[in-house]
């Protein structure tokens, strides 16, 4: 598994980003995945996480409600579609691939971690 982040940058609160996620080895489709984000200082934060045929989704309690992951397995993607944006978002977003079909709330549920993008939002 070799995963790859994409689709950050800088937006102004209430605006919209849709991240990426890859795995350039096309392994991940048994797998969970999960979003998870990290600013200075802080321990890595569970954003969302998807299971492995994309019929299940759970997410973080601040995000609820704006964010909406998705996969396509055909194209060993996952997704993040963040809408409605607020300084409090900014951070460094990880996607990671979990050791089972499901992989929870926990980093300890995962197993392979790509690089990170960043997320920044103006107020």
């Known amino acids: 598994v070799q995963l790859q982040a994409s689709g950050g940058g800088l937006v102004q609160a209430g605006e919209s980003l849709r991240l990426s996620c890859t795995d350039s080895?096309?392994?991940?489709?048994?797998?969970?995945v999960g979003w998870f984000r990290q600013t200075t200082g802080k321990e890595r934060e569970f954003v969302a996480t998807i299971n492995w045929r994309g019929g299940s989704a759970d997410y973080g309690d601040s995000v609820k409600g704006r964010f909406t992951t998705s996969r396509d397995n055909t194209r060993s993607a996952v997704f993040l579609q963040m809408n409605n944006l607020t300084p409090e978002d900014t951070g460094i977003y990880y996607c990671?691939?979990?050791?089972?079909?499901?992989?929870?709330?926990?980093?300890?549920?995962?197993?392979?971690w790509g690089q990170g993008t960043l997320v920044t939002v103006s107020s």
């Open positions: 990671a691939s979990a050791r089972y079909p499901i992989g929870g709330r926990s980093t300890n549920g995962y197993a392979y």
């Open positions: 080895r096309r392994t991940f489709s048994n797998n969970g």
